[in-house]
């Protein structure tokens, strides 16, 4: 039989799920697709199973392609996780599609073009890229790494992890907040990784998770017993890494950490209009309940709407209307006037460039943009992400990617 490896992940939700219908009433991919998540997983079974025991696979890749509401389904999920919450049995939407997205890989349904750029466990992504363009580099910050600055450190209190966007796009900020961070927190190294989101996305799992141990690695050769996040995501693929390999390191996000060893910000915010939105990554709200309570903005003065920005599961690679579709519905939250503060500096970029190409009334900061006093140009970003790619580095960004 033509094999998936997600079958057991399949037969497990199969086994959990009512189809009660919830799930696609509160998801718009679902409710495009006009499944619920039982079905996607009985429908993968089912299509294995027609394709017979002697079936190619190109084959059963040949069936799953020519049935557009699977392939809605599971390549259109952001993993906001919007229809887990709606789910009575709280069942694991990101353990099925992500089962599903591994064997959508393995068939060659996921197109090159979709991933080719954010292979974030090999040298060149295209925030290495980026940085390696214009000159952004960190090495002096990664204590627990040799380098030419010096010999590695084993004995650091914290583990700045800023991201990719962070890093990337806002190198002033990042080392500013790797300044206060030491500054607050005794001797702190930087861990220049992705988190392996992407690789996720795209269906390679175990590449994600062979990443994340690297990070283990690097993170227990540091002595680091914090690992401070600039995004709640990072924070969450860090606090599974951890927990994962029984390290005893402690996974927080920047203004939570900020708030316990009391902080003050570097602009005053108070009183200004700010909408704030509520990371899907941030499920238990940590990360925006500290950054309000750092900008001096409580509950009934403000307002937070909830959910992906659109850049979440890759969808834009498989439909950017829908990417599109989702920043648009996101912003139309906030009033005119009011500043739109994110939690994931990938939502902040997100919003950014979708302002670009459909301007509204509406300013969009990060949050560390108001504790702290530099920020990101992204006009400026925008044409150097451009000019990358017709300028001397064309030629090798084409052959790399």
Same mark, same amino acid.
């Given at each position: 039989?033509?094999?998936?490896?997600?079958?057991?992940?399949?037969?497990?939700?199969?086994?959990?799920?009512?189809?009660?219908?919830?799930?696609?009433?509160?998801?718009?991919?679902?409710?495009?697709?006009?499944?619920?998540?039982?079905?996607?997983?009985?429908?993968?079974?089912?299509?294995?199973?027609?394709?017979?025991?002697?079936?190619?696979?190109?084959?059963?890749?040949?069936?799953?392609?020519?049935?557009? $509401?699977?392939?809605?389904?599971?390549?259109?999920?952001?993993?906001?996780?919007?229809?887990?919450?709606?789910?009575?049995?709280?069942?694991?939407?990101?353990?099925?599609?992500?089962?599903?997205?591994?064997?959508?890989?393995?068939?060659?349904?996921?197109?090159?073009?979709?991933?080719? $750029?954010?292979?974030?466990?090999?040298?060149?992504?295209?925030?290495?890229?980026?940085?390696?363009?214009?000159?952004?580099?960190?090495?002096?910050?990664?204590?627990?790494?040799?380098?030419?600055?010096? &010999?590695?450190?084993?004995?650091?209190?914290?583990?700045?992890?800023?991201?990719?966007?962070?890093?990337?796009?806002?190198?002033?900020?990042?080392?500013?907040?790797?300044?206060?961070?030491?500054?607050?927190?005794?001797?702190?190294?930087?861990?220049?990784?992705?988190?392996?989101?992407?690789?996720? $996305?795209?269906?390679?799992?175990?590449?994600?998770?062979?990443?994340?141990?690297?990070?283990?690695?690097? %993170?227990?050769?540091?002595?680091?017993?914090? %690992?401070?996040?600039?995004?709640?995501?990072?924070?969450?693929?860090?606090?599974?890494?951890?927990?994962?390999?029984?390290?005893?390191?402690?996974?927080?996000?920047?203004?939570?950490?900020?708030?316990?060893?009391?902080?003050?910000?570097?602009?005053?915010?108070?009183?200004?209009?700010?909408?704030?939105?509520?990371?899907?990554?941030?499920?238990?709200?940590?990360?925006?309940?500290?950054?309000?309570?750092?900008?001096?903005?409580?509950?009934?003065?403000?307002?937070?709407?909830?959910?992906?920005?659109?850049?979440?599961?890759?969808?834009?690679?498989?439909?950017?209307?829908?990417?599109?579709?989702?920043?648009?519905?996101?912003?139309?939250?906030?009033?005119?006037?009011?500043?739109?503060?994110?939690?994931?500096?990938?939502?902040?970029?997100?919003? &950014?460039?979708?302002?670009?190409?459909?301007?509204?009334?509406?300013?969009?900061?990060?949050?560390?943009?108001?504790?702290?006093?530099?920020?990101?140009?992204?006009?400026?970003?925008?044409?150097?992400?451009?000019?990358?790619?017709?300028?001397?580095?064309?030629?090798?960004?084409? $052959? %790399?990617?």
């Amino acid at each position: 039989m033509a094999e998936l490896t997600g079958s057991n992940v399949y037969l497990k939700f199969m086994g959990q799920c009512t189809e009660c219908g919830h799930c696609r009433e509160a998801c718009s991919s679902l409710s495009c697709a006009g499944m619920n998540l039982g079905q996607i997983a009985k429908r993968m079974l089912e299509l294995q199973r027609q394709a017979g025991e002697d079936a190619d696979p190109a084959a059963l890749a040949a069936a799953i392609s020519h049935d557009p $509401s699977l392939v809605q389904a599971v390549r259109g999920c952001f993993f906001c996780t919007s229809c887990q919450q709606a789910c009575f049995a709280h069942n694991d939407v990101a353990e099925l599609i992500y089962a599903a997205r591994v064997d959508f890989q393995n068939l060659g349904l996921i197109p090159r073009d979709a991933w080719s $750029s954010v292979l974030v466990d090999q040298e060149w992504d295209i925030f290495t890229a980026y940085r390696a363009i214009w000159g952004i580099g960190y090495l002096d910050l990664t204590k627990h790494l040799d380098t030419d600055y010096g &010999a590695a450190e084993s004995d650091c209190e914290i583990a700045f992890f800023p991201g990719c966007s962070l890093a990337a796009y806002g190198p002033e900020l990042t080392r500013e907040v790797f300044a206060t961070l030491e500054e607050l927190g005794g001797k702190t190294t930087m861990i220049d990784h992705c988190c392996g989101s992407p690789l996720k $996305s795209a269906g390679f799992y175990d590449r994600a998770e062979a990443l994340c141990k690297r990070i283990a690695d690097e %993170i227990a050769a540091s002595g680091a017993k914090t %690992i401070v996040c600039a995004c709640p995501g990072c924070k969450n693929a860090m606090k599974a890494t951890m927990e994962r390999y029984g390290m005893d390191v402690r996974a927080t996000t920047v203004s939570e950490y900020l708030l316990e060893k009391g902080f003050t910000p570097k602009r005053d915010c108070t009183g200004l209009p700010m909408c704030f939105a509520k990371s899907c990554q941030d499920r238990d709200g940590s990360c925006l309940d500290a950054t309000r309570t750092l900008l001096n903005a409580p509950e009934d003065q403000t307002s937070v709407f909830h959910g992906c920005c659109g850049a979440g599961g890759a969808v834009s690679a498989f439909n950017y209307l829908r990417g599109d579709q989702q920043a648009d519905a996101k912003l139309s939250f906030a009033k005119d006037g009011e500043m739109v503060v994110t939690m994931c500096p990938t939502c902040t970029y997100t919003y &950014a460039f979708r302002q670009m190409s459909a301007p509204r009334a509406v300013s969009n900061y990060n949050y560390l943009e108001l504790l702290f006093l530099n920020g990101f140009d992204w006009n400026t970003v925008a044409s150097q992400l451009n000019s990358m790619w017709t300028g001397q580095y064309g030629p090798w960004l084409a $052959s %790399i990617f």
